[in-house]
């Protein structure tokens, strides 16, 4: 079983910057990708960004409403991601999630989620 526990979620002023943390635990033989994910209050859970393994830093995928303002990166040593969000606006205030497939000890699939951890953002 892979556990992931996030960190860093905060009330910020708009334009603010703040750094989520989020590190995998348990059996853990790889992990293929992580990605962070949001869900505010009425909305659908949606993907913010995902980092691959592999050499110079993997591979990146953001939504387009945070491009260029949030940087996703990861210690494949530590089996630990972050997101760096800079210029925050109101309507990044969510709870954050963060994600990790790969393959466990036992080298079977697993996708695991993170309990989640509030960015507010006041206007």
Known sequence: QV?????????VQAGGSLRLSCAASG?????NVMGWY???????????ATITSGGSGGSTNYADSVKGRFTISRDNAKNTVYLQMNSLKPEDAAVYYCNAG???GSRQWFASWGQG????VSS
């Open 3 to 11: 556990q992931l526990v996030e960190s860093g979620g905060d009330l």
């Open 27 to 31: 059996s853990i033989f790889s992990i």
């Open 38 to 48: 949001r869900q505010a209050p009425g909305k659908q859970r949606e993907l913010v």
């Open 102 to 104: 790969g393959l466990s």
């Open 117 to 120: 951890t509030q960015v507010t």
